[in-house]
C-alpha cells in the first residue's frame, strides 16, 4: 500500500488527513480503501482505515495504527500485508 502523504504548513495536525490507498481486491469486487490520519492531543499520529463498500457503504475500523510521528504510523501501515486488510474488510461487512 502506497500513498503519498501531502500536508501543507497552515493545516490543523488535530483534524484528519484522508489519503487514498491502493484499492482491495476481494471476490470481484474492488473496494475502495483510504486512511486518514491525525495528531490526537497527546502528540501520538493516529490513523483508521475506511472501507468504501460497492453501493455506496462505507465502514471504518477503530484508530489502529499509532506513532511517535508520522513517519512511524506509515511504517506500521505499510508493514500490514493485504491478507490482514481483507481480514479487517471481512470483520467490518
Known sequence: MTAQPY???ALDYREPVV????PLRFA???I????S??????????????????GGRESETAE???GATEDELW????????HHV??????LV
Open 7 to 9: 500536508r501543507s504548513t
Open 19 to 22: 489519503h487514498e490507498l491502493s
Open 28 to 30: 470481484d469486487q474492488v
Open 32 to 35: 475502495a480503501l483510504h486512511l
Open 37 to 54: 490520519v491525525r495528531r490526537s492531543d497527546d502528540g501520538a499520529w493516529r490513523g483508521r482505515l475506511h472501507f468504501q463498500h460497492p
Open 64 to 66: 489502529i495504527f499509532c
Open 75 to 82: 511504517q506500521s501501515v505499510r508493514g500490514l500485508r493485504e
Open 86 to 91: 481483507r481480514a479487517l474488510y471481512l470483520s
